[in-house]
């Protein structure tokens, strides 16, 4: 599992679907949340890394979900990101040495990052195999004892991500829904409201037939049980 070989080309083929893919789950430019800051916890945990992180490959830029570091940067180059790299790799990417990897040297992928030395990442794939990211943990010094079941768990931490971003955005779409469906409502409500409202001045500030006062009646009627209806639909909803 230890890749040292830099490819031709750091665009994968199926980057227009992968871009797709990655843009439905909605995730890019999003603020930190618990659920994927704990999973990064524990990949340092697992590697006993200084620092640790979610990674989600966009066209130019690469945006960081969760970080340890500390750092305020919400994302970096595209160009010179080791994640760029790690997602065309189906497996888990280990640079035990990254000082070592003589084709790295003097790359861009180590512009951004002097200090690290150990790096290694799991790649996030969607259902569908697009590469959309990593989960990866990275070290100012060399880790050369690297585990078979290190890197296992490391693959099972992104494969949660993706479970995570799946139910998220489940999430999104139902909160969405509800969302719009009580626009919707407000807007059913407020013509019968008005009525209602208008209805009952009239009835308030002058003398009116009996049978004016019949037909006002039967208005105002009519204007609850559109109320009504509005709120059954939504209830069985």
Excluded: W
């Amino acid at each position: 599992m230890i890749n040292y070989k830099m490819p031709l080309n750091v665009i994968p083929d199926d980057e227009v679907l992968r871009l797709n893919k990655l843009n439905h789950f909605e995730i890019l430019n999003t603020p930190p949340e618990t659920d994927f800051d704990a999973i990064a916890i524990l990949a340092a945990e697992i590697f006993d890394t200084e620092n640790a992180h979610i990674c989600f490959v966009d066209k130019d830029h690469v945006f960081f979900k969760a970080s340890l570091c500390g750092s305020e940067v919400e994302n970096t180059l595209r160009e010179s990101s080791l994640c760029a790299l790690s997602i065309l790799k189906d497996k888990v990417t280990v640079y035990s040495d990254v000082h070592k990897f003589y084709e790295l040297a003097d790359s861009p992928f180590l512009a951004h990052a002097e200090d690290i030395r150990f790096y290694a990442a799991a790649p996030i794939r969607a259902t569908d195999g697009s590469a959309l990211g990593t989960v990866c943990v990275t070290d100012d010094k060399p880790h050369l004892d690297v585990t078979e079941k290190q890197l296992k768990l490391l693959e099972l931490l992104a494969d949660t991500v993706l479970k995570k971003m799946e139910s998220r955005l489940i999430s999104r779409k139902i909160i969405k829904a509800y969302d719009e469906r009580l626009h919707r409502m407000s807007h059913d409500l407020k013509n019968p409201v008005t009525s209602i409202s208008l209805y009952a001045q009239l009835l308030g500030s002058r003398e009116m037939s009996a049978e004016k006062v019949f037909s006002m009646a039967a208005k105002i009627e009519n204007s609850v049980k559109k109320i009504e209806k509005s709120l059954s639909v939504v209830i069985e909803d």
